[in-house]
């Protein structure tokens, strides 16, 4: 069993088997008419994930976080940079929390969704990084999602096993609001893996699509794709629910440059540029038959030849779909005729909190 989500990601780069991240759910909560969800006494392992679906109860609604052993701190130990829609970055120190909202607030019929990296190891300061995506004001997909990132720490040195995700503005998240916090150590050998293997395709021969199939829905999707080029030049994008119409929107920035907004799409794209060597694209995806789908995913892609730098596209992207979950992907390699060669792969997990 692959331990960590980096070492089962390098196996799956290099064509060998892919395991499911070896990540345990450690506690989950949903909010209860109240500004904030808390995470109690977990257990505190070295390497944790916190997932947030954050809705707001009404106007003004923001996402902080706080941490601690014990309990959670509003000492002043946070420091972070952020990055708001791929603009110039925002420095934070000698904070009593950690600003974790995507830009602006939100209001009623909007919804952020992150996904936290937290290294907890004992007897060291805590280093974060996180992605963070949000239904911007107006509708999906007329109007495109915004994006935060984020990389901070938290002084503190003992481990953390408090966690709390509050609203510093003047309502209550709404009761669907949630917070989950999975984890491992570096020496686990067993236990039960909170993402569960849906989709496993490796790729016989050349396609011009990878199609998932139908899958169990899952509230929360995590998937991989690597796209082998057959030697044609490809302009990979992907859909869901086999959905063709214009139900799409996407934010992306190419190469660490200024962002592009996308509206009313009948796809979302994954690689921007045409590129005929491989692509790669890993991220997350919300999935709540309920609530708008919210998407943060980043790829890469690269002529041939050590003389062409690997191109790096990121991207967050909405769905326009209430009703029901996401129960297929598809990814295209563009333009009709574009073909993926044997050998492309498509992995894709589900986690729900129980």
Not at 325 to 347: C, M, R
């Amino acid at each position: 069993m692959s331990l960590n989500l980096l070492n089962a990601f390098q196996k799956f780069a290099s064509g060998g088997v892919f395991e499911a991240p070896f990540y345990e759910q450690l506690a989950t909560a949903n909010a209860s008419s109240s500004k904030t969800v808390s995470l109690n006494d977990f257990s505190p392992k070295q390497h944790l994930m916190f997932i947030r679906h954050a809705i707001p109860g009404g106007t003004g609604t923001e996402v902080n976080m706080r941490f601690g052993n014990g309990s959670v701190s509003s000492a002043t130990e946070y420091a972070s940079r952020r990055a708001e829609n791929f603009t110039s970055t925002q420095t934070l120190t000698s904070k009593d929390t950690w600003f974790c909202n995507a830009p602006g607030s939100l209001t009623t019929g909007e919804e952020q969704f992150g996904v936290t990296f937290f290294e907890n190891y004992d007897g060291i300061v805590k280093s974060f990084m996180d992605y963070e995506v949000a239904s911007s004001h107006g509708t999906i997909p007329g109007t495109a999602v915004s994006i935060m990132e984020n990389v901070g720490k938290f002084t503190e040195t003992d481990q953390v096993n408090y966690a709390q995700f509050y609203n510093s503005g003047a309502t209550n998240y709404n009761n669907d609001s949630e917070f989950s916090v999975l984890g491992y150590n570096d020496d686990d050998t067993s236990g039960t893996s909170a993402w569960t293997e849906l989709v496993n395709i490796t790729t016989t021969g050349t396609q011009t699509s990878i199609d998932s199939g139908t899958f169990t829905g899952k509230d929360y999707l995590m998937f991989f794709f690597y796209g082998k080029h057959d030697g044609t030049t490809l302009y990979p994008y992907f859909r869901a629910n086999n959905t063709t119409s214009n139900v799409y929107c996407y934010r992306k920035s190419i190469d660490g440059g200024s962002d592009t907004a996308t509206i009313n799409q009948p796809n979302v794209d994954c690689a921007s540029s045409p590129h005929n060597t491989q692509t790669w694209v890993w991220g997350f995806i919300v999935n709540k038959a309920d609530y708008n789908k919210l998407m943060h995913y980043t790829g890469t892609a690269s002529a041939s030849g050590a003389g062409s730098a690997v191109n790096r596209r990121e991207y967050v992207a909405g769905m326009s779909n209430d009703s029901t979950q996401i129960t297929s992907l598809e990814f295209f390699g563009g333009n009709g005729s574009n073909t993926y060669d044997a050998g492309s792969k498509l992995l894709i997990f589900g986690y729900t909190p129980s």
